[in-house]
């Protein structure tokens, strides 16, 4: 048996996703995150009454499509490069 045989050849991997799937997620876990961080510091406004309520819904409603789209977009990202 040739030495070539018993080494198993390393496959460059090929990358996952249409866009670099790393910096997508990356990017989105970070947009994700800060929509998390303002939205408990609006929430404390609110509780506090320095912000309306409709204010408070408006902006978690907000947020909460943002971080739905970022998420979305990664998944999506990763199955379209498969």
Known sequence: MDEKDSK??????????YIDGRRVRGFAFFIITL???????????????FAQQGVLYRTLATLGVVSLGCLLFSIINDRFGE
């Open 8 to 17: 198993p050849v390393a496959e460059k991997k090929k990358p996952k996703g």
């Open 35 to 49: 929509c998390v961080l303002f939205g408990v510091v609006v929430s404390i406004l609110a509780i506090w009454d």
